[in-house]
């Protein structure tokens, strides 16, 4: 098994508190009702909602997978840390064992928030993972984040 890493850094208008809420506390309700196109929903389906809780994430009918689970490894919401992991569904090709992810909200310098992200992709055998498909992914998500963070900025008491 091998393991290709894909490390982002990007930036947000909205403060790390309201950014977290929103991206990581509340995406499961927040995302299907601002993005149904993209997931349709997500339940837990184990756990309580903390760490080892396992999340189904069913997409809409504009995607290309029907679902995924998620396992939370790690939730610091007092340090703006998500950490969790890919274990099941069609987004994970023949070739992929298992994502897992660490988000990280650090307070910028004008009030908003910088976003650090880590993608870790456990491969099967010595297949590769070719950057120009991370970067597809990554795409998909940054369309996601930036939904989320117009619908934040258009409804400023939202999530505080």
Partial sequence: MGVFTYSDESTSVIPPPRLFKALVLEADTLIPKIAPQSV???????GDGGVGTIKKISFGE??????VKHRIDG???DNF????????????SDKVEKITYEIKLVASADGGSIIKST??????????????DVK?????????FKLIENYLVANPDAYN
């Fill in 136 to 144: 597809a992914g990554k795409e998909k998500a940054t369309g996601l």
């Fill in 75 to 77: 939730l610091d919401k």
């Fill in 119 to 132: 993608s870790n992709y456990h491969t099967k055998g010595d297949v590769e993972i070719k950057e120009e």
């Fill in 81 to 92: 840390v998500y950490n969790y992991s890919l274990v099941e569904g069609d987004a994970l």
């Fill in 40 to 46: 349709k929903s997500a339940e837990i389906v184990e």
């Fill in 62 to 67: 504009g995607s290309h997978y029907s679902y």
